[in-house]
């Protein structure tokens, strides 16, 4: 690799690739900060070089608090005007905050983490106001950094569609049912869910849209949807699941997650359909 960046310098992808080395031999910051400095200068929005140093600076791997980590995204979020793909980078940096080793519903509300994260959002929203993908991502970090204000649904359109319903429904149901009180809305998973329905109606979407019903005290409704959900060919371990709810509706008690991971089945989009994401970094 440092012979392939010796022969072409203006090529960034070796550059970047040693990024992944120092990473797998534990080399010092400096050495990888060279390789990342190389990469750059030959490409300065260069995706994977980005993506490699924010990895290489995880807490998990590189140890410490993390501040180093969040000061490399501080500089180069401007960079996501030229690059939309930086947004991903970005944007994952603060995840792995929130959500490792165990969920902290309490980072996104330190001084300081809200304001820089917005400023991300700010830019991807302004370059690609279209994209779903962005657009969810800060429904959803926006709520948990200030969940007990005005839902920050509200003032947005909702632009749910087919491409991106899956999505949608993700959203909902963590909205729903997510495990810290602080995080979940009830109102705004139901805003969600029902649109979402509309658009597909399947035993996962109407196991969310009843979730969401019951979160906001429609005990009546949340019954009514997961029955029509149990009416629909689905797997074994999906049943058991919903007949779960049921019984937890029955009793009036809503379905709230041990943990924020979601079934498979739910997962059924990604932004790979987003436009604004729709090419190779």
Same mark, same amino acid.
């Given at each position: 690799m440092e012979r392939a960046h010796f022969l072409e310098p203006r090529d960034p992808n070796a550059s970047a690739l040693l990024i992944v080395v120092s990473m797998g031999i534990n080399a010092p910051y400096e050495v990888m900060n060279q390789h990342f400095e190389n990469a750059i200068r030959a490409s300065p929005i260069h995706w994977y070089a980005h993506?490699?140093?924010? #990895?290489?600076?995880?807490?998990?791997w590189h140890g410490g608090d993390g501040s180093d980590l969040l000061q490399f995204v501080r500089e180069f979020t401007d960079r996501i005007r030229d690059n939309p793909y930086l947004f991903d980078?970005?944007?994952n940096a #603060?995840? &792995? /905050?929130?959500?490792? %080793?165990?969920?902290? %519903? &309490? /980072?996104?509300?330190?001084?300081?983490i809200w304001s820089d994260l917005s400023k991300v959002y700010a830019i991807s929203l302004e370059n690609h106001p279209d994209s779903d993908f962005v657009y969810s991502s800060f429904v959803y970090d926006a709520h948990y950094a200030n969940p007990r204000t005005q839902s920050p649904i509200q003032p947005l359109r909702l632009r749910i569609n087919s491409a991106n319903a899956? *999505?949608?429904?993700? *959203?909902a149901y963590r909205l729903a049912t997510h495990p810290d009180i602080s995080c979940r809305r009830g109102d705004a998973a139901? +805003?969600?869910?029902?649109?979402?329905?509309?658009? /597909?109606?399947t035993p996962a979407t109407l196991d969310t849209l009843s979730a969401a019903y019951a979160e906001a005290g429609n005990f009546s409704a949340a019954l009514r949807t997961i029955s029509a959900a149990l009416e629909m060919p689905m797997t074994h371990e999906l049943r058991t699941e919903l007949e779960s709810h049921r019984a937890l509706y029955e009793n009036r008690r %809503?379905?709230?997650? +041990?943990?924020? +991971?979601? %079934?498979?089945?739910?997962q059924t989009e990604s932004y790979a359909a987003d436009p604004a994401f729709s090419a190779t970094p």
């Open positions: 993506y490699y140093k924010a #990895y290489y600076l995880y807490p998990r980078v970005a944007r #603060y995840r &792995d /905050f929130f959500e490792y %080793p165990e969920h902290n %519903p &309490d /980072f996104y509300r330190q001084p300081g899956g *999505l949608f429904n993700d *959203l139901v +805003t969600i869910a029902e649109k979402v329905v509309a658009i /597909f109606s %809503p379905a709230h997650l +041990t943990n924020i +991971t979601k %079934p498979e089945q739910r």
